[in-house]
Every structure is written in structure tokens, then in C-alpha cells.
Nanobody, 115 residues
Framework: QVQVVESGGGLVQPGGSLRLSCVVS????????MEWHRQVPGNQRELVAG???????KYLDSVKGRFTISRDNAKNTVYLQMNSVKPEDTATYYC?????????WGRGTQVTVSS
């Protein structure tokens, strides 16, 4: 059974930093792409960052230069380093993996950017 568990969310001031973590169990973590998405109530979920084959990365335009996605295959963990955060980054952040068995999401971790 694949499990996806996010952590690291919280309240952060504008301009501050936060690191989200996502641990995946039950799949061959190292061979699959990983993504971070976010959602605000009433809006569609959007792709924030992804890490793909050969560690190629992709970012939402509004977070380029501020957020960095990385992975540690030895720990089955993907990270999202969030720097220079803005109030518009406030959302629930979800970790996502598509593998040979299906499409898996975590329950999300809330990030609130406010002074």
C-alpha cells in the first residue's frame, strides 16, 4: 500500500522561509517523478513544482527563483524549500506520485503566510 505523508507546513511571515517534506512508502520511490501541488479553497489545485527523469525540474512561474524541489532517494523523501514567501503562497500543499499502481496524494500540509 502506497502512503504519501507531508509535513513542515505552518505560519510564516512574508519574506520568510519554510521547508516542506514528503515521505513516500510502499513504492520504488527513486524511479518515479514527484510533484508538489497547492490548493486554495474555491480554486483548482495547481502544480507548484515537479522533479522528473534525470532530476529535471519544473516550476510554476510565480515561484521560480523562490522555491526549490529536491529529493533524497535514500530517505524516500521529496522536499520543497520555500524562500521569500508571499501571502499569495498561502495554500494547502500536496505531494503527488504517479506510479505503476496508480495515482497517489497525501492529505496535505497547510502553509499560511501572514504577518
Amino acid at each position: 500500500q502506497v502512503q504519501v505523508v507531508e509535513s513542515g507546513g505552518g505560519l510564516v511571515q512574508p519574506g520568510g522561509s519554510l521547508r516542506l517534506s514528503c515521505v513516500v512508502s510502499g513504492s520504488r520511490f527513486s524511479i518515479y517523478p514527484m510533484e508538489w501541488h497547492r490548493q486554495v479553497p474555491g480554486n483548482q489545485r495547481e502544480l507548484v513544482a515537479g522533479i522528473y527523469i534525470d532530476d529535471n525540474t519544473k516550476y510554476l512561474d510565480s515561484v521560480k527563483g523562490r522555491f526549490t524541489i529536491s529529493r533524497d532517494n535514500a530517505k524516500n523523501t521529496v522536499y520543497l524549500q520555500m524562500n521569500s514567501v508571499k501571502p499569495e503562497d498561502t495554500a494547502t500543499y500536496y505531494c503527488h506520485q504517479v506510479n505503476s499502481a496508480g495515482d497517489y496524494w497525501g492529505r496535505g500540509t497547510q502553509v499560511t503566510v501572514s504577518s
